[in-house]
């Protein structure tokens, strides 16, 4: 069973950036598809990005296409999210998330593919 743990949160101002870790521990991190997902105030959990084991394919959400980039490191245990451009509707608690992926090159969107997910990271963009 794999434990996740979420950092790199942070105040920003608009326009800024930020990267955000997330380090597994407990399984083998290759065999895991991982994503990111976050929630905003007063809004519900959304999709953000999502990560195959292999690092391809990925996909994004129309809301960070362009400013946001997912990646993974193997040998480190750890995904990242590279965050430009920040507006203050990217304000959220940001999760990642794992799940044992079956197939190399599958990537998912969908929350309830996922089985384990992290406490979350808090990201706070100021305008």
């Known amino acids: 069973q794999v434990q996740l743990v979420e950092s790199g949160g942070g105040l920003v101002q608009a326009g800024g950036s930020l990267r955000l870790s997330c380090a597994a521990s407990?399984?083998?991190?290759?065999?895991?598809?991982m994503a990111w997902f976050r929630q905003g105030p007063g809004k519900e959990r959304e999709f953000v990005a999502a990560?195959?084991?292999?690092?391809?394919?990925?996909y994004y959400a129309d809301a960070v296409k362009g400013r946001f980039t997912i990646s993974r490191d193997n040998a480190k245990n750890t995904m990242y999210l590279q965050m430009n451009s920040l507006k203050p509707e990217d304000t959220a608690i940001y999760y990642c998330?794992?799940?044992?992926?079956?197939?190399?090159?599958?990537?998912?969107?969908?929350?309830?593919?996922?089985?384990?997910w992290g406490q979350g990271t808090q990201v706070t963009v100021s305008s």
């Open positions: 990560i195959s084991r292999l690092s391809s394919p990925t």
């Open positions: 407990g399984g083998i991190f290759s065999m895991y598809r």
């Open positions: 998330a794992a799940d044992r992926g079956l197939l190399p090159a599958s990537a998912s969107a969908a929350a309830h593919d996922y089985n384990y």
